[in-house]
């Protein structure tokens, strides 16, 4: 049984940069803690590079490289968001700041885990590692 998909719209903090997505309706997010993403501090959902469409901004987007110059990590060059990136350990997805998706927060996921990327599994015989699980619970 497949999980029933939506089109979710989505930007970066000053609407420059527009985009939508095909997505689970219910969302999966994860974090990671390689050098990179432990300063992001985003949630990000994964989906096929081909369930990404930027409809707005596309020449206001930079490409950050680092390392291996292998993961592509996509920003607003005016408002400096992280939109999404196209990850080194899963170069066929798109791995989607959460934040940036209309109607979602990060404060939706109740727990996340977190990839340890800073034993990358490419560079640690392929193995991949959760480093743990960072939890949101609200105050009363």
Not at 12 to 38: D, M, Q, W, Y
Not at 39 to 46: C, D, E, L, Q, W
Request: proline fraction near 4%; aromatic fraction near 8%.
């Amino acid at each position: 049984m497949s999980a029933k998909m939506k089109t979710r719209k989505g930007s970066c903090h000053c609407g420059t940069v527009r985009f939508e997505a095909e997505l689970p309706e219910e969302l999966k997010g994860s974090r990671c803690n390689c050098s990179i993403c432990a300063i992001k501090g985003a949630v990000m959902v994964y989906v096929p590079l081909e369930a990404l469409k930027v409809t707005q901004g596309e020449d206001s987007l930079g490409c950050y490289r680092f390392n291996t110059g292998a993961a592509r990590h996509y920003f607003c060059k005016n408002c400096g968001i992280h939109c999404f990136h196209q990850a080194r350990s899963d170069p066929d997805k798109y791995a989607i700041n959460a934040a940036c998706l209309d109607g979602v927060s990060p404060y939706d996921f109740k727990e996340v885990p977190v990839t340890d990327g800073q034993h990358h599994a490419l560079d640690n015989e392929g193995v991949s590692r959760l480093a743990g699980y960072l939890r949101f619970e609200p105050s009363r």
